[in-house]
């Protein structure tokens, strides 16, 4: 299990050089707008998505799971609580095929408690397109909304 940490950011290529300079590793995933860090130490997954207009820098959070029960449980524990706001299988985002549960915290807050089934679902097919700095999936929704 580790933490995910997802940043929307000005201008990614500034946003890739300080966070491998940071963290002294390279991105493991880059598209267009996007670029994702997969760090053992700490044990992080950083997100960064390319949009000028947000008003927040903080898009999301999330826990990356490795087993398909530790999302059902999740699911299951959100919804006997109150808190599921919905869950995903099977979804491709973020340049992956996921399953996901998500809540939100009181003030809006998004976390999203996931398991990558596939890390490269569209195997550089151009299917992924980015539109007014935001990413979109390959049926045109937006990554991670």
């Not at 995903?88 to 549960?101: P, S």
């Amino acid at each position: 299990m580790r933490l995910q940490l997802a940043l929307n950011v000005n201008d990614i290529d500034e946003a890739v050089d300080y966070y491998t300079k940071l963290f002294g590793v390279q991105p493991h995933k880059r598209r267009p707008g996007y670029a994702n860090f997969t760090i053992d130490a700490p044990p992080l997954k950083l997100v960064l998505f390319e949009d000028k207009n947000a008003d927040e820098r903080l898009n999301h959070l999330g826990v990356e799971v490795f087993e398909p029960q530790q999302v059902r449980a999740a699911g299951d524990r959100f919804d006997s609580q109150g808190i599921l706001t919905e869950r995903q299988h099977g979804i491709v985002c973020c340049h992956a095929e996921q399953d996901k549960a998500w809540s939100r915290d009181p003030q809006g807050l998004r976390w999203e408690w996931y398991r990558i089934t596939d890390d490269d679902p569209t195997k550089d097919s151009g299917q992924w397109t980015t539109e007014s700095s935001a990413i979109k999936d390959p049926a045109g929704k937006p990554c991670c909304s």
